[in-house]
């Protein structure tokens, strides 16, 4: 089992930044693959990005906005600068393994115009 915890999510004006932090937990070893996802309230949970052997992939709406990285075998963070309201979401954490993958329990982040 591998257990992960997001934080760093708060409230923040529209321009702002936010750090997020995901610390995975457990039986960690075989995580290949790292990524962030959202989900908006009435919308479906969507890839926001995805961190593989250090190659990443981005959502159309968050290229030059967001990075993804990872600290070691158990951390991710996603930086996310030029916020927009659009942008609000809980955002979740999720770990592929190769016969299961698991998310975090999320993080709300709340963007103001």
């Known amino acids: 089992q591998v257990q992960l915890v997001e934080s760093g999510g708060g409230l923040v004006q529209a321009g702002g930044s936010l750090r997020l932090s995901c610390v995975a937990s457990?039986?960690?070893?075989?995580?290949?693959?790292m990524g962030w996802y959202r989900q908006a309230p009435g919308k479906q949970r969507e890839l926001v990005a995805i961190?593989?052997?250090?190659?990443t992939n981005y959502a159309d709406s968050v290229k030059g906005r967001f990075t993804i990285s990872r600290g070691d075998t158990k951390t991710a963070f996603l930086q996310m600068n030029n916020l927009k309201p659009e942008d609000t979401a809980v955002y979740y954490c999720?770990?592929?393994?190769?016969?299961?993958?698991?998310w975090g329990q999320g993080t709300q982040v709340t963007v103001s115009s």
């Open positions: 961190i593989i052997n250090g190659r």
């Open positions: 999720n770990a592929q393994m190769p016969a299961k993958d698991y």
């Open positions: 457990g039986s960690i070893l075989g995580i290949f693959r």
